[in-house]
Nanobody
Framework: QEQLAESGGGLVQAGGSLRLSCAASGRTSTYYLMGWFRQAPGKEREFVAAKTMSSDYTKYADSVKGRFTINSDNAKNTVSLQMDTLKPEDAAVYYC????????????????????WGQGTQVTVSS
């Protein structure tokens, strides 16, 4: 059974950093695309970042560009999200997601492009 497991969430002061990790299991081949979404209380889930696993193509939400970095380890089928200069508005539950195939890059930021989701990890940013 394919699963995604996130780790690395926690409490950090504004301006600080956190690194989230996501490990995929139960699949013998690498996913085409892995990404991160987040959902704050009372808000809709939003795209954060995505990376194609077999290349260096990345996409970021404007709100995190320049502060967050997504990386992957294809051999281990893992993806990480380095979050720097965190702001209170970054606080949310962060979800890892994986897609077996996505035809258009414009679809990378759409949740329905992804086939598998993790349980989420909480990120809290104090001001």
């Amino acid at each position: 059974q394919e699963q995604l497991a996130e780790s690395g969430g926690g409490l950090v002061q504004a301006g600080g950093s956190l690194r989230l990790s996501c490990a995929a299991s139960g699949r013998t081949s690498t996913y085409y695309l892995m990404g991160w979404f987040r959902q704050a209380p009372g808000k809709e889930r939003e795209f954060v970042a995505a990376k194609t696993m077999s290349s260096d193509y990345t996409k970021y939400a404007d709100s995190v560009k320049g502060r967050f970095t997504i990386n992957s380890d294809n051999a281990k089928n893992t993806v990480s999200l380095q979050m720097d200069t965190l702001k209170p508005e970054d606080a949310a539950v962060y979800y890892c997601a994986a897609a077996r195939s996505v035809t258009l890059r414009s679809r990378f930021r759409h949740g329905d492009s992804y086939d598998l989701w993790g349980q989420g990890t909480q990120v809290t940013v104090s001001s």
